[in-house]
């Protein structure tokens, strides 16, 4: 066969302008736009280009190539304008896992957002008087039920008035917080408590950015109320308690009780802050545990302050909460840094109907809840109904116990009882296997342990099961 030279190859190449004027590509430019085909005909073109360059493809190959480029053009163009943020399958049990999105909302939320976002809300006004509203209204009611209200009715002793102010996430508030409160001021932190979460969460660091100074004081395994108070002198603004939302410390240890601290505090006329990080509004002693201090304990064992996420246990959108001392809270909302830091209505909207939901106590809403109240016989059911389905000769599934976990910066030992499909395949190894799952669509987001992959029912909606069963079935086939 004569060798083409390459400048011959790259004359077969069609301009952009005759590929547009083209009629197989007549459909798909009224359909999605002249912009989008001509950029996609020229990246196509492009890659041609490339590979006649690099001297892969001989004449025959490019003819093979220009008799479907209109369906690589095509396909050029259903990827570049297809979605980047899509949903994914969360069969690895972990409930608010932070890489797939935390916290799914309700429907309740979902429809709430659709409806105030799609028109025109009353945000910042107050239909009754015609004038100018708070964007904060709207959930520091259903704060003031869910916190006041309760703690009114344990008989506790004079109920103060609790507000709540809301920012973007747990991160902002914990900054808000230490800016308002202790601005060129000291906050005293056990160093058993100078946390990271996740990347770029570091309590030393957000306290420099919040121009407050750092005062450690104790060991990392063992501090002591005495160490808070020798530490406290004229220009201490704050006593702040970090919640170890990733690790544990255990063995020798010494942590002063939440309530030694706000004795202390008390006394000393500082006010005292708690980062729970997840929070609760909701008593995870119902799922059985007991780890894992809300919001109301926190409050009622006397913290003036205390700061948690929208998306982590309390199962909403992504945002952070200050709930406390309502003159505490005012001075945080009077501070210019809260406009920066503040939410829009989509997530005031799923925040509303999330709380909502929790005012009627109807923890069947809200999927994160519903998920950690599931029961290991439910999920065991539900994983016989796949495993017998997708069992075949190459394909292995085997029900067997394990454990779920909470996640989202609960205590890292928060674990629900589960029951998983271990799913092993001929021919393919655990990573491949997982690997396959993650390709299918919607991508499923298994667990690999000791060469078996893992999936809990638990994080999957029921009506996904039929997704994990054929992709599971298509994995042996
Ligand atoms: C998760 C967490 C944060 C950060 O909260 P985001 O909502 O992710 O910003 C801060 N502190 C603690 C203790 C946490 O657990």
């Known amino acids: 066969m004569p060798v083409t030279s390459k400048a011959e190859l790259y004359r077969k190449l069609p301009s952009v302008d005759e590929l547009l004027q083209s009629r197989e590509l007549a459909a798909i430019i009224s359909s999605e736009g002249q912009a989008a085909v001509t950029d996609a005909a020229r990246a196509v073109l492009a890659r041609l280009r490339a590979e006649i360059a690099a001297a892969q493809l001989d004449s025959s190959d490019v003819d093979l190539a220009l008799s479907t480029i209109s369906s690589a053009i095509e396909r050029q163009v259903r990827q570049s304008l297809s979605y980047s943020l899509r949903g994914v399958i969360n069969a690895t049990g972990v409930i608010l896992h932070t890489n797939l999105g935390r916290a799914p909302l309700a429907a309740a939320a979902l ?164 980062d729970l990080g997840s929070g609760s509004l909701f008593d995870l002693r119902s799922v059985g545990v007991d780890s894992e201090p809300g919001v109301l304990d926190s409050l009622r064992a006397g913290v003036d302050v205390v700061s948690y996420s929208g998306d982590k246990l309390l199962g909403g959108p992504q945002a952070g909460m200050l709930s406390g001392r309502s003159d505490l809270i005012a001075r945080m909302r009077s501070n210019s840094l809260f406009r920066a830091l503040r939410v829009d209505k989509l997530t005031y909207a799923a925040l509303e109907a999330t709380l909502l939901a929790d005012v009627k106590q109807d923890h069947e809403a809200v999927p994160a809840l519903r998920m950690m109240r599931m029961s290991k016989g439910e999920i065991g059911k539900r994983a016989e109904a796949v495993a017998e389905k997708v069992s075949s000769s190459r394909l292995r599934a085997e029900v067997i116990d394990g454990e779920s976990v909470i996640g989202g910066g609960a205590a890292p030992s928060a674990v629900l009882p589960t029951r998983l499909l271990a799913v092993t395949c001929e021919g393919l190894s655990a990573e491949e296997i997982s690997a396959r799952l993650r390709a299918s669509d919607p991508a499923i987001v298994a667990r690999v342990e000791e060469g078996r992959v893992l999936l809990d029912l638990r994080t999957v909606f029921p009506e996904q099961d039929r997704v994990v069963t054929g992709s599971l079935e298509k994995l042996a086939g």
Do not use: W
Not at 191 to 205: H, M, T
Not at 212 to 222: A, C, H, I, P, Q
């Open 111 to 274: 429809e709430h957002i659709r409806d105030t976002a799609a028109g025109y809300s009353n945000l910042e006004f107050d239909v009754e008087t015609g004038g100018r509203g708070k964007r904060d209204v709207h959930v520091d009611r259903l704060f003031r039920k869910l916190l006041n209200q309760k703690f009114a009715g344990e008989g506790a002793r004079a109920t103060p008035d609790i507000s709540t102010v809301v920012v973007n996430n747990n991160a902002a508030a914990v900054l808000l917080a230490l800016n308002t409160l202790a601005e060129a001021g000291e906050v005293i932190v056990s160093r058993g408590e100078l946390v990271e979460i996740g990347g770029s969460f570091r309590i030393p660091d957000v306290m420099s950015k919040s121009h407050s100074v750092l005062r450690e004081v104790g060991t990392t395994n063992r501090t002591r109320i005495a160490d808070y108070e020798r530490a406290i002198n004229e220009n201490t603004r704050l006593l702040l308690r970090v919640h170890r939302s990733n690790f544990e410390i255990t063995g020798f240890t010494e942590q002063p009780a939440i309530g030694e601290l706000a004795t202390l505090a008390r006394k000393r006329n500082v006010p005292l802050m708690e």
